[in-house]
């Protein structure tokens, strides 16, 4: 259920009974030439979505502004000042837990929110934060390694493409159709988590926009798969996320 469809009372019904919220984060930049702008924040927030729907969650509204800065040389991509982010998702978690939400699970889908979210999440006690990649879960990951291998590659990668395909239709693959080139596991290794160079040396190394990623090898039926194995592992680490959060709070009393 979506909070900004809710009625106060409503939502504080939910809050009497003890409920954490899920709040998905993307991004707003490029994702090569068949990705759409805003794959990372569609991607997050259909996670959420069929998840809560799987678990009775609530979601919070979504972030979609986030530091994006390697990215934009290539038009469409609106970065967010790291730290300005890391303050406004932190009075967004702040603010829900003020209210009464027992914890907050991030559903993440932008390897760049991981630093300035996890700052958040230590400046709360462990049972009020949790930070979940809808990639990560080893459902989700396997199903990727079986459908692309290493053609997963770091961005515009193929699985997320493939959920954008599923929801909103399939856009033309121009210059994605060939095969980008191959990454090595240096760069995989020394890049993780977005760590990319300035936006115009990233460009010129990564013309098309796709890090490493066959883009091309997504299809619809992918996404379906992988949106499912994504939202239904993210169901089942938010009641457990719920639980321990309920737990710890009736402890402390
Ligand atoms: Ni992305």
């Known amino acids: 259920m979506k909070l900004e469809h809710m009625t106060w009372q409503e939502v504080d019904n939910r809050i009497r009974k003890g409920a954490a919220i899920i709040l998905p984060v993307g991004s707003t930049e ?6 759409r ?12 979505l069929l ?11 979504p972030l979609a502004y ?21 303050a406004h998702a932190g009075a967004i978690v702040t603010g829900l837990l003020a209210q009464g939400f027992l914890g907050v699970f991030v559903v993440n889908g932008h390897g760049a929110n991981l630093a ?27 199903l990727r390694r079986d459908l692309y291998g290493d053609w997963e590659g770091m961005h515009a990668t193929p ?13 033309p693959s121009g210059d994605a159709s060939e095969a980008p080139t191959k990454l090595t596991q240096e760069y995989i290794q020394e890049h993780s988590g977005d760590r990319h160079g300035r936006p115009e040396e990233h460009r010129q ?45 009736s402890l402390r009393g």
């Open 30 to 35: 490029q994702h090569g030439p068949m990705g």
């Open 37 to 48: 702008i805003g794959t990372d924040t569609i991607c997050a927030k259909a996670v959420a």
């Open 51 to 61: 998840a809560a729907e799987a678990c009775d969650a609530i979601v919070a509204p």
């Open 66 to 86: 986030t530091p994006a800065p390697f990215n934009t040389a290539f038009p469409g991509t609106v970065s967010m000042p790291e730290e300005i982010f890391q």
């Open 116 to 142: 300035p979210l996890r700052a958040i999440a230590n400046s709360c006690k462990p049972e009020q934060m949790r930070i979940r990649s809808w990639w990560e879960p080893e459902e989700v990951n396997g």
């Open 159 to 171: 699985s997320e493409v493939a959920i954008t395909q599923y929801l909103l239709g399939v856009l």
């Open 205 to 249: 190394m990564f013309p098309d926009g796709r890090v490493g990623s066959h883009s091309a090898l997504a299809t619809p039926e992918d996404g379906e798969r992988i949106l499912a194995a994504a939202s239904q592992s993210i169901a089942r680490e938010f009641l457990d996320f719920e639980e321990s959060a309920r737990s710890c709070t």
